[in-house]
């Protein structure tokens, strides 16, 4: 079955960085667009970026532009996010998800299980 | 810039129906997609494209479209059904973004 497991969360002091992964498995990766999405401790959902299939285009939540990076690796299956210059208000869950559309529409079908990230000094 | 607005929470009895809007205005010309969140647990998709249901998602969960308002409509609600609700939306008019409603706390009863 469609399986996404993300990695590489912990704690990380102010401005400090952190990379993210996300391994997929049971579906055709190189096909399909992902998301990272993120939620703060008893907050809603916050969209964080997406990556279109093949990596052309990648496209970013205005608090995290210049200091997030989208990427994936499709010979490798796994996504990944890496995360500089991080401030407090980035402690957060963050999920990886797969996005189903070919159009401009998205939507996020399924979603990992997270992994946390806390900045704090 | 672009916002979807949601009720903060929404009560109904077990049996009856429950209605939970969406409000933004790109909604007319962008698709919205419905997430169900327990606690504890990674979000799930309950409607996508307006009214599209996934396989796996019980028949009691709708969706519906009308102006700048989408609404998701929980028919005959279980105690199971009892959760956090967020619509998506996605704007491509500039840079492409996606926006999630601030979400809906679902008590029933």
Redesign the interface.
């Given at each position: 079955q469609v399986q996404l497991v993300e990695s590489g969360g912990g704690v990380v002091q102010p401005g400090g960085s952190l990379r993210l992964s996300c391994a997929a498995s049971g579906f055709a990766f190189s096909s399909y667009g992902m998301?990272w999405?993120r939620q703060a401790p008893g907050k809603?959902?916050?969209?964080v970026a997406?990556i279109r299939f093949d990596g052309s285009?990648k496209?970013y939540?205005d608090s995290v532009k210049g200091r997030f990076t989208i990427s994936r690796d499709n010979s490798k299956n796994t996504l990944y996010l890496q995360m500089n210059s991080l401030r407090a208000e980035d402690t957060a869950l963050y999920?990886c998800a797969k996005d189903?559309s070919t159009t401009?529409?998205?939507?996020?079908?399924?979603?990992?299980?997270?992994t946390l990230v806390t900045v704090s000094s | 810039s672009y916002e979807l607005t949601q009720p903060p929470s929404v009560s109904v009895s077990p049996g009856q129906t429950a209605r939970i809007t969406c409000s933004g205005d790109a909604l007319p010309k962008q698709y919205a997609s419905w997430y169900q969140q327990k606690p504890g647990q990674a979000p799930v998709l309950v409607i996508y494209k307006d009214s599209e249901r996934p396989s796996g998602i019980p028949e009691r969960f709708s969706g519906s479209s009308s102006g700048t308002t989408v609404t998701l409509t929980i028919s005959g609600v279980q105690a199971e059904d009892e959760a956090d609700y967020y619509c998506q939306s996605a704007d491509s008019s500039g840079t492409y973004k996606v926006v999630f409603g601030g979400g809906t706390k679902l008590t029933v009863l």
């Open positions: 998301h999405v809603g959902l916050d969209w997406f285009n496209y939540a999920y189903p401009v529409d998205s939507w996020f079908d399924p979603w990992g299980q997270g | -």
